[in-house]
């Protein structure tokens, strides 16, 4: 017993530890990307164990050593792990929110020196494609220009805006807070069609989304409009004077016609009936 003891204590010091800390490397990802946590091992090194913590208490989530690698050892980080032993990096794959932390690495070579460096995670999420409404289009005529008023809103944060149009405004003016950001475009003449574009930008990072606004009416649909307002509107004010003509001209007639049918008619067979019966009251 005391000779197994005494052969792990020289086998311990046998390791030669370079420093405690080490290299600390700040590494960036976005959700769902694979990124590589570097080992930052020594080229001159011939890794013989490879050990990946996380937490306080060096919580292990991949290894490797003369017994093979191990990258199963945290549900959260099941089938998401693979470890380069030559290098000692760790790939990480489908990166999520929780992931980012800081993480440990500890490095031994073939000649039993010891070296422990650590990566801080940096988890982020892609910017979303803003998204523009279309509050008010006004055409004045198909030659006298037009104004377009739009709204670009992004859930994001920490952003910039900022439009492109197509073909080039005579006047754009925007207005941007936060979250959103208005737009004022007026045009000398009013084109077929106008491409927006809000463009939402955070550091290196850029999203976009285009709208396509068809404003121009085309001349012939309001003709033909117009001519059939004034066709309709012209037959029925004819008719009401044509009737207000035949009433006037009539009149005479149609009062006759109305008090005869409202006097009641009295038969010649009734006339006699009624002075027969006051004859014999009378008797």
């Not at 939402?200 to 999203?207: D, F, G, I, P």
């Not at 010649?268 to 002075?275: E, F, G, H, K, Y």
Request: aromatic share 10%.
């Amino acid at each position: 017993m005391r000779f197994i003891v005494l052969f792990l204590l020289f086998q311990g010091l046998q390791v030669k530890v370079l420093g405690e800390t080490g290299i600390t490397t700040k590494v960036e990802g976005y959700v769902g990307d694979t990124i590589i946590l570097p080992a930052k091992a020594f080229k001159t090194w011939t890794l013989s164990r490879i050990d990946w913590s996380i937490l306080s208490n060096n919580t292990w989530i991949a290894t490797w050593d003369q017994g093979g690698i191990n990258t199963e050892r945290r549900p959260e980080y099941k089938g998401r792990l693979s470890l380069n032993t030559s290098t000692g990096d760790l790939t990480m794959q489908d990166l999520r929110l929780r992931d980012a932390m800081t993480y440990n690495v500890d490095l031994l070579n073939a000649s039993n020196y010891n070296i422990v460096n650590r990566v801080q995670l940096v988890v982020k999420e892609r910017l979303k494609k803003p998204t523009i409404q279309l509050y008010q289009n006004f055409a004045k005529s198909e030659n006298g220009g037009c104004v377009l008023v739009l709204n670009c809103s992004s859930l994001d944060t920490g952003i910039n805006f900022s439009w492109e149009v197509e073909p080039p405004c005579h006047h754009c003016s925007n207005n941007s807070s936060s979250d959103t950001s208005e737009l004022i475009a007026f045009f000398l003449t009013t084109p077929d069609t106008v491409n927006l574009t809000c463009i939402v930008k955070r550091e290196l990072e850029t999203a976009s989304s285009i709208l396509t606004s068809k404003i121009k009416v085309p001349t012939f649909e309001l003709q033909q409009k117009c001519g059939y307002m004034f066709a309709w509107g012209f037959f029925t004010t004819l008719l009401i004077v044509i009737g207000m003509i035949l009433l006037f001209h009539f009149r005479g007639k149609i009062t006759e016609m109305f008090q005869q049918f409202r006097e009641p008619v009295i038969s010649p067979a009734t006339d006699s009936n009624v002075l027969a019966e006051s004859v014999t009251s009378q008797k």
